[in-house]
C-alpha cells in the first residue's frame, strides 16, 4: 500500500507540531522518520495511524482518502517503544489477540489461529518461546513478540515508533539488521520513527528528516549522508564539527588570514563579505605537528595553512584515533569548544602525537554556509 501526505498541519495549543507536512511513501518501502526530539515525527506517525487528527491536510492510502477512517479500520498495525504485551497471557496468546479479537464474520478458527501464531512466532525465530509469559522474556524478546503481534493481522501499513528506543546498544544493533532481513522477506510498507541517524541510515530504504514540524530533506540513506541539503541536516547526522569565519566571493576564510585557512565555495561566489559558518566532519580533518617555530616551508612542500590546535585528549579504540583539540583563542576565552578530528590508530602511532602539543589541522572537506 503506497501512503500521501498532503500539506499535514496540527497543533496543540500554541505548539505547532506539523508545518504543511508533504510527502509520498511507496508500496513495500521502509521509510524513516528521523530528527530530534520535538520535531514532529511521532505525531505525524500518529496522524498516519488515525490516533490523532490533523487540523489541515489529507491522508492517502493507495490514493484513497483515508483522513476520517477510523483507526480500526486502516489495517495499520503498531509496535511501540515499551512492547505494551499483556502481561497475563502468555507469548502465544499475545501474538493471536489481534486475531481472536476481529469480528465473528473475519475472525479465523482457533486451528487457523493457531497455525498462523506458530507461523509468525517462527518468522521472529521465537517459536520455542509460545508457551512463556512477558516478564520471562529479555527486552530484545519482547519487541520481537510485539512486532509478531502486529503483523498477526496482516496490516497494509506497518508503524514503528522508537521501537528498540528502550534497549541497550549491542540488542539494538542486533534487532536492526533482523528487522531489515524481516522487511526485505515481507516487503510490507513500513514507517519507522527514531531520533538515532545510524539507526535511520542502516535500515531504511529513505530517510525523511525533519525539524520543528518541518521536513528538511528526503533521500536515501547515501543521498542524505552525501549531499546534506541544509544547515540542520548536515549537524544532525553523524559528528561534525563547526568553524566561523567569512565568505567572499567564493572563498570562506577561517582564522587570521596570514595564519587561516581558506575553503573553496563556489555556491557562494556572488558573497560579499558576509558571515559565515563551515561543517567539517572528523574524518575530513588532514591532522599535522604545527610549525612552532614559524619557519616557512621548503619549495615543494606542503603548506602549513592550518588551524592551530593543543591536543587535550587522545581517545584510541579499535582502528580509530579520536582527538580532541582546542584553539588558544577557545582555552583564552575559557570556551568548551572542542574539535574534534580523526585518524587511524596506526598513523597515532606513527606520529607518536603526546597529550599538550600543537597540532595544525587543515579542512580536506568542508560544507559552507552563509547568514
Known amino acids: 500500500m503506497s501512503i500521501s501526505i498532503r500539506n499535514v498541519s496540527k497543533e496543540f495549543g500554541a505548539f505547532k507540531a506539523l508545518r504543511d507536512v508533504s510527502l509520498d511513501i511507496d508500496s513495500g518501502e521502509l521509510v524513516a522518520l528521523l530528527g530530534p526530539s520535538g520535531c514532529g515525527k511521532t505525531t505525524l506517525l500518529r496522524i498516519i495511524a488515525g490516533l490523532e487528527t490533523a487540523d489541515q491536510g489529507s491522508i492517502l492510502f493507495s490514493g484513497e482518502d483515508a483522513t476520517n477512517v477510523h483507526v480500526r479500520e486502516r489495517n495499520v498495525g503498531f509496535v511501540f517503544q515499551h512492547y505494551a504485551l499483556f502481561r497475563h497471557m502468555s507469548v502465544f496468546d499475545n501474538v493471536a489477540f489481534g486475531l481472536r479479537m476481529k469480528p465473528r464474520a473475519s475472525r479465523p478458527s482457533d486451528a487457523v489461529i493457531k497455525q498462523k501464531g506458530h507461523e509468525l512466532l517462527g518468522l521472529v525465530q521465537l517459536d520455542w518461546l509460545a508457551d512463556r509469559y512477558p516478564a520471562q522474556l529479555s527486552g530484545g524478546q519482547r ?29 539494538r544493533k542486533e534487532l536492526r539488521r533482523w528487522l531489515r532481513r524481516l522487511h526485505d522477506d515481507l516487503h510490507v510498507t513500513s514507517i519507522f520513527v527514531t531520533h538515532d541517524q545510524e539507526e535511520a541510515l542502516e535500515v531504511a530504504d529513505r530517510v525523511v528528516l525533519m525539524n520543528a514540524g518541518q521536513v528538511e530533506q528526503i533521500g536515501s540513506p547515501q543521498q542524505v549522508w552525501d549531499h546534506p541539503a541544509s544547515a540542520f541536516v548536515y549537524g544532525f547526522l553523524g559528528d561534525v564539527n563547526l568553524f566561523h569565519g567569512r565568505a567572499h566571493e567564493g572563498e570562506m576564510l577561517i582564522g587570521a588570514d596570514q595564519h587561516g585557512v581558506r575553503l573553496a565555495s563556489p555556491e557562494h561566489i556572488g558573497t560579499q563579505d558576509a558571515k559565515a559558518f563551515a561543517y567539517v566532519r572528523p574524518h575530513d580533518l588532514e591532522v599535522r605537528r604545527h610549525d612552532q617555530l614559524g619557519e616557512k616551508p621548503v619549495a615543494g612542500s606542503k603548506a602549513q595553512a592550518g588551524i592551530p590546535a593543543k591536543l587535550v585528549r587522545a581517545i584510541v579504540i579499535g582502528p580509530i584515533a579520536r582527538l580532541e583539540c582546542v584553539t588558544p583563542q577557545a582555552q583564552a576565552a575559557g570556551s568548551a569548544d572542542i574539535i574534534e578530528a580523526q585518524i587511524s590508530a596506526q598513523q597515532f602511532r606513527e606520529m607518536d602525537l603526546k597529550e599538550g602539543e600543537v597540532l595544525l589541522l587543515t579542512p580536506r572537506k568542508a560544507r559552507v554556509f552563509v547568514g
Do not use: S
Request: charged share 30%.
Open 143 to 171: 519487541q520481537r513478540i510485539a512486532l509478531a503481534r502486529a503483523l498477526a493481522v496482516e496490516p497494509k501499513v506497518l508503524l514503528l515508533d522508537e521501537p528498540f528506543g528502550a534497549l541497550d546498544a549491542k540488542v
